[in-house]
């Protein structure tokens, strides 16, 4: 279970990578951590995996978003 976590994870963070070529790798970690404590957990040296997990995947979603068309933005934001 453990493992299929932490793969999820590098997926995940692979993902962010493509979408934040402009950032450096190191920037991505910190920015990543300062996330996991807004969401309430400690920092990442001390956060648990599915904690890790949420915070990227919601960072993930926000650039999505971001990175769309406006028309499209507006569209992904609406309340289903």
Known sequence: MIQTK?????EVLA???????????GQLL???GF???DR????LW??????????M????HELSIRQ???AEQRHAAEPK
Not at 15 to 24: A, F, G, I, M, T
Not at 57 to 60: F, P, S, W
């Open 6 to 10: 932490q793969q999820r994870l590098m």
């Open 40 to 43: 309430g957990s400690p920092g």
């Open 68 to 70: 769309q068309p406006i």
């Open 15 to 25: 993902q962010l990578c493509d979408k934040s070529q402009d950032v450096r790798f």
């Open 30 to 32: 910190a920015h990543l």
């Open 57 to 60: 995947e919601q960072h993930l």
């Open 46 to 55: 001390e956060i648990d995996d599915g904690d890790l997990l949420a915070a």
């Open 35 to 37: 996330l996991a404590e």
